[in-house]
């Protein structure tokens, strides 16, 4: 396959840029002209996958649209028109769909989603809240400038940091990140257990059409993509949710049920997730946190549950397995290759220790960005049917028990066996620990394509 | 004998539909107009008559022309599909059907050629067997259990959980107490009807119907 | 007027054959039917409640005279029933994923079958050769084949069990209720609503 020229895509998207502070700019477009002009002043700072010879930068800036913006931006009708029609929509009208009804339904969202204003999404990660705000002005002064869009809302996270260094934790306690899929040809120190599990037991990359639009995908052809091609070659749809973390109503759940789990807290935890809070995997530790995995990248993401099918490892239903099952559903991990997505999320509020009060009513919780070619195939699809329901795992309505739309309702068994410390268990009556506040789809357009729409060159053939 | 696959049976049966240019509506619309408002949930006639697992009927208007260089050709009639999985032979089947539902039967029906009304019964299995097709290949998930044996097996898997949720931890003999109720308790429950939903719960998943 | 009946979705599809073709498509079917471990795939995937292919032979559409003109046509005719859980989606991708050699040899037979990979090009020719359904009825709607499987798993445990309970102590009963807990462990999913076909 061909080599993928990373100065041609966004740097978001090839890599994890790992760095700790981030802000996302909401812009609004009044005027197509002076919207084009802006973006090409702000070409000359979008951060590309181009590889950092000289150690991370300070700041990255990179850009994507709603459906609307492009609209706004005056793209022609029939390219606006080839775009599939999930992101043609917009998240907000997939919320039936989705599973975003009762507490996680639209009209509950923060003001900025539930309207219909939000055409661009400005991304600046950087490694000191200074650089964050230096980037901040400076693309405040080229919108002045320019005239060329209106802020209508922002959005700080930030790492939560432990003794002054970042960690990937999430306010629940959790070590995340782990896992973002290889793909052929993305530049990266592979981990077995990331790509795809071929009938030998190793693991592969990916299609890069899995990814980047204008590759082939694992199905063997070119994903569905608008239309001119150069519009949509090197980029990819990014979905974008602010998930509110309900922490003090996690702390209370789990105290009150470890009381009844043979277990203990801290195994219950594991046991909704799949991962110890440090990040060890139960596959792998099923009695205890593991350090020496964890750190060992040729192990923290490397099992399989086929020598675990009964679930008393870790559970059926738990987070890890819902979302990437690797073997669980046989014929060689065929049936999830393409449902596969590259996650990029980082928290956001104040972070509050354990033995700190929490109130779910303060703002915290994580940025969701996930990104993947196809929305509906990849990233709707596990929402829907890996989420917020559980038929494909065996598990009926069940829904996935951190991230589900529960209302109250529903149940999470954590399978056991006749062991004192792994017994049976099942958690009733839940409330929903995350809640979604908002969000959207975006296209994230490759250089060249930031190119012909700053300079109105979009022809749909 | 591909009809069968374990001990659910498998039929098909095309019944030629009546062409009257003179019907208005036309005979094949008059089905539709009648499947259109038939129920599918417990006041189905499927639910009323016993042993069905899943039906299914269609007005099959023509058969369908792929494209060039495929021949296109048509059907002289429509033809109404009844594609069901059953419990019982189809002579078995089709007589709980008559004897269950007869108007719904003739409802339908009797917009087909030939039809010689549900009343006789004997002439009534004679005419759907002229029209049943032969099953090439058949194939069945669970294909050894019954229509009322899996409905009282989806009642008890509802109930066992709840019983197993709130008895966690319980000490010995209270539980084995309890759990002597709760069977008592379940085995006088009547099985549920064919086609309901199961008891009203507010679990959300976005379906169609909340 | 659905094809989908709470958790169930029926498909109907018909595709032409030349003569000839049926022959070997019926060689195939009767391997199929025969040779058991060829089924596994279709039994592992185990969205699929019942599936059926009928071949109608060109001359034997039904025909019960009494003014109906007999129908005689060129190509043989294969007809296919489906009840499947998921999306129509889902289904044909799991479909071309899993099974695409084995969809080939059923219908590579059928005028202008593209082939089961690339899905596209599949889903393209079944949106083409499917006809709609009139009226569905499950007599479980809120179950998929996988919530049947585990209820009769969940019932022959719980018989099972009942037998035992009646005689024992109570420290037996608590073994063998933490046993039958083990084996149900796994088949206590909800029964419900389906989500929203996209």
């Known amino acids: 396959m061909s080599k993928l020229n990373g100065t041609d895509i966004q740097g978001f998207v090839l890599r994890g840029y790992n760095l700790p502070f981030a802000r996302y700019v ?56 080839s775009f599939p029609v999930e992101f043609q929509q917009g998240m907000k009208s997939r919320a039936t769909i989705l599973g975003d009804t009762g507490i996680n339904s639209p009209e509950c969202w923060d003001e900025l989603w539930r309207e219909n204003r939000v055409h661009a999404w400005v991304a600046i990660n950087g490694q000191s809240i200074a650089a964050i705000e230096a980037s901040t002005a400076s693309l405040r002064s080229l919108i002045e400038e320019t005239a060329g869009a209106v802020e209508v809302g922002w959005q700080d996270a930030a790492a939560i940091m432990d003794a002054g260094k970042a960690t990937t934790r999430e306010h629940f306690g959790f070590t995340d990140g782990f896992g973002n899929p290889d793909y052929l040809g993305v530049e990266r120190s592979t981990q077995p257990g990331q790509g795809k599990l071929m009938p030998d037991g190793t693991w592969a990359p990916l299609a890069t059409g899995e990814l980047l639009l204008g590759y082939a995908d694992e199905a063997g052809e070119l994903p569905v993509a608008p239309i001119p091609h150069i519009l949509a070659t090197n980029g990819t749809f990014m979905v974008y949710r602010k998930l509110h973390q309900n922490v003090a109503t996690f702390r209370a759940y789990l105290k009150e049920h470890s009381g009844q789990y043979g277990g203990g807290e801290e195994k219950l935890a594991a046991k909704f997730i799949g991962r110890w809070r440090d990040g060890t995997p139960l596959e792998l530790s099923p009695e205890k946190p593991d350090p020496s995995i964890v750190q060992d990248p040729h192990r923290n993401v490397n099992f399989t549950y086929g020598s675990d099918p009964e679930g008393t490892r870790c559970p059926i239903g738990a987070h890890v397995r819902r979302v990437h099952p690797r073997d669980a559903f046989g014929f060689n991990g065929r049936l999830i290759n393409r449902r596969r997505m590259t996650r990029r999320g980082l928290t956001y509020g104040r972070p509050v220790a354990q033995n700190e009060p929490a109130s779910d009513r303060e703002e915290r919780g994580v940025i969701f960005m996930a990104l993947n070619a196809s ?4 990233f709707e699809f596990v929402q829907q049917q890996w989420i917020e329901y559980g038929n494909d795992a065996h598990q009926g309505n069940d829904k996935d028990m951190l991230m589900g739309n529960h209302g109250g309702q529903g149940k999470f068994v954590v399978q056991g066996d006749t062991t004192a410390t792994n ?39 | 004998m591909p009809n069968q696959n374990g001990s659910v049976f498998g039929l098909t049966i095309l019944s030629p539909i009546i062409d009257d240019e003179k019907a208005t509506p036309s005979h094949d619309l008059q089905i539709r107009k009648y499947l259109a408002t038939l129920p599918t949930g417990p006041e189905s006639p499927f639910a009323q008559a016993p042993g069905t697992h899943l039906a299914r009927l269609v007005v099959m208007d023509d058969v369908v022309f792929v494209g060039y260089p495929a021949i296109e050709e048509h059907l002289q009639s429509k033809y109404l599909v009844f594609e069901t999985n059953c419990d019982a032979d189809l002579d078995e089947y089709l007589s709980g059907l008559a004897k269950a539902v007869p108007d719904h039967l003739d409802a339908i029906w009797s917009h087909c050629v030939g039809y010689p009304g549900v009343a006789n019964s004997g002439a009534f299995i004679e005419y759907m067997k002229a029209c049943q097709l032969e099953t090439t290949l058949f194939f069945a998930a669970v294909n050894d259990k019954s229509v009322p044996v899996t409905l009282r097996a989806l009642q008890t898997q509802r109930a066992v959980t709840d019983f197993i949720a709130d008895h966690q931890g319980m000490e010995p003999a209270r539980l084995q107490k309890e759990f002597l109720e709760f069977v008592g308790k379940l085995e006088s429950e009547p099985v549920p009807k064919p086609g309901t939903m199961g008891p009203q719960r507010a679990l959300k998943t976005g379906g169609r119907n909340e | 007027m659905s094809n989908i009946n709470g958790k169930v979705y029926a498909m ?28 596994k795939d279709l ?38 029933f489906s009840n499947f859980n998921g999306t129509w989606n889902q289904y044909i991708d799991a479909f071309a994923d899993v099974l695409g050699s084995k969809l080939n040899l059923i219908w590579r037979w059928s005028e202008k079958f593209p082939g089961s990979n690339p899905v596209t090009g599949f889903k393209e020719y079944i949106a083409r050769v499917q006809f709609d359904t009139d009226y569905y009825f499950t007599a479980y709607p809120q179950a998929t084949a996988n919530d049947l499987k585990s209820a009769h798993i969940v019932q022959a445990s719980l018989d099972d069990l009942v037998q035992r309970a009646r005689s024992c102590s109570p420290a037996e009963f608590s073994t063998a209720y933490l046993n039958f807990v083990i084996q149900v462990q796994g088949h206590l999913g909800e029964t419900g609503e389906a989500p929203i076909v996209f």
């Open chain 1, 26 to 81: 909401f812009l609004h477009f009044e005027d197509a002209a002076r919207a084009r002009a802006l973006i090409g002043r702000l070409l000359e700072i979008i951060t590309t996958g181009q590889r950092w010879d000289h150690g991370k930068p300070q700041r990255t800036v990179n850009i994507a649209f709603t459906h609307r913006g492009l609209a706004a931006l005056e793209l022609p009708l029939a390219t606006l028109l």
């Open chain 1, 375 to 378: 929305l509906s195939r990849q």
């Open chain 1, 423 to 461: 017994p049976p268990f099942i958690c009733s009556h839940l409330p929903n620990f995350v809640e979604l506040r908002g969000g959207d789809y975006f296209f994230l357009p490759s250089i060249t394509a930031l190119g012909m729409i700053a300079m109105g060159l979009v022809d749909p053939r």
């Open chain 3, 43 to 80: 039994i592992n995937l185990s969205f699929i409640e019942f599936a059926r292919w009928v071949v109608i032979p060109r001359s034997r559409f039904p025909y019960v005279g009494q003014g109906q003109v007999k129908d005689e046509m060129k190509y043989d005719y294969l007809l296919f």
């Open chain 3, 12 to 39: 109907n599809a018909i595709t032409p054959m030349k003569p000839w073709k049926t022959l070997v498509v019926k060689g195939f079917f009767l391997l199929l039917r025969l040779v058991k471990p060829l089924q």
